[in-house]
């Protein structure tokens, strides 16, 4: 099952990939690795999920925030890639969540990053992972998804 069928079937599309927020590329390729930009919970333009998790969102809305960042990075990938053929699977995954004081479950957060990717992407999506917490984030983004792929050359 093709990764686009994977996601209907979860009632989910491929936004179109957001332009970068500042004088950087969206994705880089070297080698086999293909280094994605730290993506937003960006729909349609706008940011969905503002504030920080703890305060001015609920864990699930933080953890829906990571999934809507992890679908921009999934979109990024194929756009660079033109598809997913070359994906061979994702090696590591930093996410970033806007914290309140006192808000310690960053890693439950970033799950929406990584159940996302495990239910498309299958034995591609295995990764090491870090989860860090800061007091805002650029836009007022509540959560920042960062991914290193592994990639099969061109």
Excluded: C, W
């Amino acid at each position: 099952m093709s990764v686009q069928q994977k996601l209907a079937e979860l009632g989910l599309e491929l936004p179109t990939p957001p332009q970068p927020l500042g004088s950087y590329t969206a994705v880089s390729e070297t080698g086999n690795l293909l280094f994605v930009s730290g993506q937003v919970p960006l729909s349609n333009g706008k940011m969905a999920y503002t504030g920080r998790v703890g305060d001015t969102l609920t864990l699930e809305q933080g953890r829906k925030a990571a999934q809507l960042a992890a679908l921009n990075a999934l979109a990024q990938i194929s756009r660079h890639l033109g598809g997913f053929e070359r994906l061979h699977h994702i090696v590591r995954v930093e996410g970033h969540v806007s914290s309140a004081d006192g808000f310690f479950d960053q890693p439950a957060v970033v799950d929406g990053a990584s159940d996302l990717f495990a239910a498309v992407l299958g034995d591609k999506a295995g990764h090491a992972r870090s989860a860090f917490s800061h007091s805002q984030g650029p836009a007022n983004a509540a959560v920042v998804i960062v991914v290193i792929a592994e990639i099969v050359p061109a």
